[in-house]
């Protein structure tokens, strides 16, 4: 099987310029890497078919040695369809973002940076509840008082849902 | 067997529904179905004590050598009795318990689901189902300690009880797969009428050991148990004391005969057992809350029946079974006790209690019969086993095989243990009931007592009062239950055989229990009536697992804290550096040689990659929009191109197609974005991001080269052309592949569609996907009011102004449109054939209405398409799913196709192939998806342009005025 230098490279360039435009914060440009690199990845697709021949139909004349290989062919035609989809859907997510916030860059995750310096002051995690842990279970268990809150509450709520 | 169980596990799903309008009595059902299971396993009896074992079985998962195998010897129906006779008990009781008012619908179901998946862990042959069931009741457990969930405590409690018996399930899983495979099979009964001999059974057994410890709340995992109690107190009753814990004394008692002479195994039981025993009395005997003093006296019976049954000899399963049974009635009897004081008077307090023979004297009596059995005094059942577990212990002592000292330990044990019990025993029972009333005011003077439950106030005892009977009774019918058990205890190794009597005449045992006895009223005296409040110990197995937790937690702040930066950016570059290193180094020490290359297969290839390449390169550095995506869309075409190039008409088309829809669609956003992107000043950082972006590209595209050439094996796709035409009946590979050989692929690809269209509208529409073309965001359906326009060449086009409208456009529209939809139902039918298939033709279809929209905007869509694009899609799946399915219903398999010839009357024939369907709902969910994407980037943008919600870019600016503050501002 012969591989062709001309469509790898292509591939490789087209998957290049896509990496580099997802590495930026606005989701504009990350769509149209991602757009570069699903054509790039096609592009290897094809290299994977090996040398071109006829077009895969069952005819007089051809046999399985003389088309182009069906299999990459059905798996590059799914993907289009596919990343078509996926790309609307990040066009539509920018969208969204510049009629809620005037632009469509994303910004650092808030959460990441508060585990961060929670991290840095050797704190547990904010939802970490040392009762929930385990400590203590057994010094009060009085279930009935709880549960007695619990009914009054409910009937609280019915009266008032009554009116 | 099978029966019983599916008719629990169906009558757990369809109690918690009858649990509102039964309130309390809801429980009836499982109580009655539990009775009569009860009665069933009583009528199996006399089969199984005569030796035989009862067996059914389905094939499960056969390839895996996993079967749904059930087996009831002498040991599993004893079980199921405890397990179903209690649990009736319990379950009747519960009818008491509970109140209308506040009963929630799932505790009847949880329950119930409790008892089945008890009842499977029990009787379950193969180790695989018995882990499940295992699994189950920790569930269960987990669901109803954790039933009021408004409450902190009672959250921590259930998880700290899930997280400990999980964990040790996991061990006894990977125990029970290991000794499965060892053995050969993965029965039960087959491992342990032939035990293999292995380090790796021997590591296996010690692995089942770890589940039946953390299960039983043995030393050291004994703290989930107290906890555990937060449950309401019929759950305490059956899971905490009952039914649950016992699974891991089923267990080890199981294997006793098959393994106890694996040199670990009586040391680690008996060991932990007296530890357990020894720690629990000692907390319970300082508890003032009567059920968390009873939580511990469990604790403690747990460890007592690990230690005899540990102790691995006939006589020890003989007390150990017995004891088994014994505890089950007294416990879950005591429990119901405390229920009832609990609900009656509001507390739980030994401080506060005391008095209440007066009060209540049949619960008094039910109380004192049930307190007989746990501090083990004659005549009841516990006392013949606890002497039966004393004998063992002696005879170990001179067992060969057995270390001297692990016979010692275990009868010093049970005797010290014993000693607790019964002082703790004592502080329960008198604490409760018996103390002098003119000690009780100087003791403290209030008097709590305020009846809250008013049903049934004194005959409510029965129920307490029934068991406990049971427990004292059956203490006189020592012979016939020793006959019984025998089953389960002939074949454990060694020693002989003694039998459950309340009197042996005097032995070392009696001796034991005397000293026990003594030293427990003793103990009490000194130690066992003090009132003051319990403290936590500074070094307790529950506080290093507390700290063990937090530990866990400060690992992930830590981990989290270090590797999660919380920039989109750096995480796609951490992803690309792996790419780079890892495949890299991969291809750099890959031995394939110098590849078998061509620099180009034509001219065609090398001017078009060429073209492309530029392309994307300057479209990467581009800052306008516009101009990125227009040069992105060259991209796309010319990979078109490419496909055309390499003999693949139907990737062309579709590519073509597709890059066309995006196209529309994106000019269609990008009139309400700034010109230009967010400008970048040029640091160092974008050159080391573009050397990044060169080595991943390079990366890519050698790799693909290298694995074009590293190929050995024939493609499988070599046998496709002969396989398109003999079973998928037609001429196109690529759509047979699509529709037929490959079908499963192409569900799971439409489902993408599916769920990538509603993504898009719920971000347009938020709520809705219908669309109103007219007005407001608050939708009416339906086609809009077009009969009251003139003549045009389209409808909608009439409702324009003037200004806005395009003849032209619009009379190429009418003529075009029929044209478009013919052109797609012939690509559609095509496509088996021929170039096409659904999802050409879908694209096909959507750009049709595409059309429709541009010429006359959002009213002649709706004109054009009057229907939700929702059902498009869900009716394309069904569709496709439908046509996959279907020939299993004419003999056939999943995604078989047929082809019919029909003739029609002078027309000739028609060639038809059943793949035909899947491709039509292809095609809907493709024209579905289509649709969808005009609706909400065409038609609804639209609408919200004339409520001014678009977003609108602020003069000389790379940014919008975002609504929120346009709203402000107004």
């Not at chain 2, 890299?584 to 001219?603: H, T």
């Not at chain 2, 409808?795 to 075009?816: C, F, K, S």
């Not at chain 2, 690509?827 to 170039?835: E, I, K, M, S, V």
Request: hydrophobic share 55%.
């Amino acid at each position: 099987m012969t591989a062709s230098l001309a469509l790898a490279a292509t591939g490789a360039v087209l998957i290049a310029a896509g990496v580099y435009l997802f590495m930026e914060r606005s989701l504009m440009r990350i769509l149209a890497g991602l757009l570069s690199l699903s054509n790039g990845v096609s592009m290897l697709f094809l290299v994977s078919a090996g040398t071109p021949g006829g077009a895969s139909f069952v005819a007089d004349g051809s046999d399985s040695s003389t088309i182009t290989d069906p299999l990459p062919q059905a798996m590059v035609l799914t993907a289009i369809v596919i990343s078509l989809a996926t790309n609307i859907f990040l066009l539509a997510l920018s969208y969204r973002s510049f009629q809620l916030d005037g632009h469509d860059e994303v910004a650092d995750d808030v959460e990441d940076a508060i585990v961060r310096r929670r991290a840095e002051a050797d704190l547990t995690s904010a939802t970490f509840d040392e009762t929930e842990a385990g400590i203590d279970h057994d010094t009060d268990l009085d279930e009935a008082a709880v549960e007695a809150a619990a009914a009054k509450a409910a009937a609280k709520e019915q009266k008032g849902s009554g009116e | 067997m099978i029966a019983t169980l599916a008719a629990s596990a169906l009558l757990a799903l369809m109690t918690s529904a009858l649990s509102p309008r039964m309130g309390r009595w809801v429980f009836l059902i499982p109580a009655i179905a539990s009775g009569v299971a009860f009665v069933y396993f009583l009528t199996l009896a006399p089969a199984i004590l005569s030796g035989e074992a009862v067996e059914e079985s389905i094939e499960w998962i056969p390839s895996l050598g996993i079967t749904l195998a059930f087996r009831m010897g002498a040991l599993q129906l004893l079980l199921a009795l405890v397990v179903t006779g209690v649990g009736a008990m319990i379950l009747a009781y519960s009818v008491w318990y509970f109140e209308s008012k506040t009963l929630k619908s799932r505790t009847v179901g949880l329950l119930t689901g409790f008892a089945a998946s008890m009842l499977l862990l029990v009787l379950a042959d193969d180790v695989i189902l018995l882990v499940i069931g295992w699994e189950l009741t920790s569930v269960f457990s987990y669901l109803l300690v954790g039933l009021n969930h408004h409450s902190r405590k009672n959250r921590s409690a259930a998880q700290t009880a899930f997280i400990v018996t999980t964990a040790g399930g996991l061990a006894m899983l990977v125990g029970a797969v290991m000794l499965g495979s060892e053995a050969g099979t993965y029965m039960l009964h087959e491992i342990l009428a032939q035990p293999p001999e292995s380090t790796i059974t021997t590591v296996a057994v010690m692995l089942l050991l770890a589940g039946a410890l953390s299960k039983s709340a043995i030393f050291p995992f004994h703290f989930w148990l107290p906890g555990a109690m937060a449950a309401p107190t019929p759950v305490s009753a059956f899971l905490h004391a009952a039914a649950m814990v016992k699974a891991g004394i089923y267990l080890s008692a199981a294997l006793v005969p098959a393994f106890a002479d694996i040199p670990l195994f009586r040391p680690t039981l008996i060991v932990l057992g007296v530890a357990t025993m020894l720690v629990g009395a000692y907390r319970a005997l300082l508890q003032t809350d009567i059920k968390v003093l009873l939580a511990h006296g469990t604790v403690s019976q747990l460890g007592l029946l690990m230690t005899i049954v540990g102790i691995g000899t006939k006589t020890a399963l003989m007390g150990g079974l017995a004891m088994l049974a014994a505890h089950a009635m007294f416990k879950a009897s005591l429990f119901m006790v405390v229920g009832t004081i609990d609900r009656q008077y509001g507390t739980r307090q030994l401080t506060k209690l005391g008095t209440l023979r007066k009060d209540r004297p049949l619960l008094a009596v039910a109380a004192t019969l049930a307190a007989i059995a746990m501090a083990g005094l004659p005549p009841a059942m516990a006392f013949a086993a606890k002497e039966a577990g004393l004998e063992a212990a002696w005879e170990a002592i001179s067992l060969p095989g057995v270390p001297t000292w692990l016979g010692v330990l275990a009868f010093a044990g049970i005797v010290v243990g014993s000693m607790g019990t019964v002082a703790y025993t004592l502080r329960f029972l008198i604490g409760t009931f018996f103390v002098d009333s003119r000690l009780r005011e100087a003791l403290d003077g209030d008097e709590p007592f305020i009846v809250r439950h008013g049903m049934w106030p004194q005959l409510v005892a029965l129920f307490p009062m029934v068991l406990a009977m049971l427990g004292i009774v059956s203490g006189f019918f020592g012979k016939p239950i020793t006959a019984a058990l025998e089953g389960a205890t002939a074949s454990a190794p060694a020693g002989e055989a003694s039998y459950l009597a309340l009197w042996h005449g005097f032995t070392p045992a009696l001796a034991g229990s005397a000293i026990a006895v003594v030293g427990g009223f003793i103990v009490w005296r000194l130690f066992g009536r003090s009132m003051a409040a319990p403290v936590e110990p500074r070094f307790s197995a529950a506080a290093a697992y507390a700290g063990m937790m937090r530990g866990l937690d400060r690992l992930a702040v830590e981990v989290t804290g270090r590797t999660q930066s919380g920039s989109l950016p750096v995480h796609v570059s951490t992803i690309a550096v792996t790419v780079t290193v890892l495949a890299g180094a991969g291809l750099a020490f890959a031995s394939l040689g110098a590849p078998k290359l061509v620099v180009a297969d034509s001219v065609g290839q090398l001017v078009v990659g060429i073209a492309v390449s530029v392309c994307a390169l300057v479209a990467a550095n581009t800052r306008g929009r516009l101009k990125t995506f227009l040069l992105m869309g060259i991209v796309g075409y010319g990979t078109a191109m490419m496909f055309l190039l390499h003999g693949a008409p139907d990737l062309a088309l579709t590519q073509i197609l597709a890059e066309t829809v995006l196209l529309v669609l994106l000019v269609l956003v990008l009139r309400y974005l700034p010109k230009y992107f967010t400008n970048r000043p040029l640091r160092g950082v974008r050159w080391l991001r573009a050397l990044l972006a060169a080595c991943v590209g390079a990366v890519a595209g050698l790799g693909a080269l290298f694995a074009a050439n590293s190929r050995n094996e024939a493609s499988i796709s070599d046998r496709f052309y002969e396989l398109a035409y003999s079973f998928g009946f037609g001429r196109n590979i690529v759509n047979v592949t699509l529709v037929d050989i490959r079908a499963w692929d192409t569900v799971g690809e439409i489902s993408v569609l599916l769920a990538a269209a509603t993504g898009v509208a719920s971000l347009i529409f938020i709520r809705t996907r219908v669309v109103d073309p007219v007005g407001t965001l608050r939708g009416r359906r339906g086609r809009p009011d077009t009969s009251k326009v003139g003549p045009g060449w389209l409808r909608a086009g009439a409702t324009a102004d003037m200004q806005g409208r395009a003849p032209m456009l619009e009379m190429m529209t009418r003529l075009l449109f029929p044209v478009m939809l013919v052109v797609a139902i012939y690509l559609l039918f095509a496509g088996h054939n021929d170039p096409g298939g659904g999802f050409i033709a879908g694209i096909v279809a959507g750009l049709a209405l595409c059309v429709r929209y541009l010429a006359a905007g959002a009213l002649e869509l709706a004109e054009a398409a009057p229907i939700d694009a929702g059902k498009l899609l869900g009716g394309g799946i069904i569709l496709a799913a439908l046509s996959l399915i279907g020939p299993v219903f004419f003999g056939g398999s999943v995604g078989q196709s047929y082809d019919y010839t029909i003739e029609i009357l002078a027309m000739g024939e028609i060639h038809f192939v059943t793949s035909v369907f899947f491709d039509v709902g292809v095609f809907l969910v493709v024209l579905g998806t289509v649709l969808d994407f005009i609706r909400s980037l065409g038609a609804g943008i639209d609408t919200q342009w004339r409520n001014d919600q678009t977003p609108r870019p602020s003069a000389h600016s790379d940014r919008t005025v975002p609504v929120r503050s346009r709203g402000a501002q107004s």
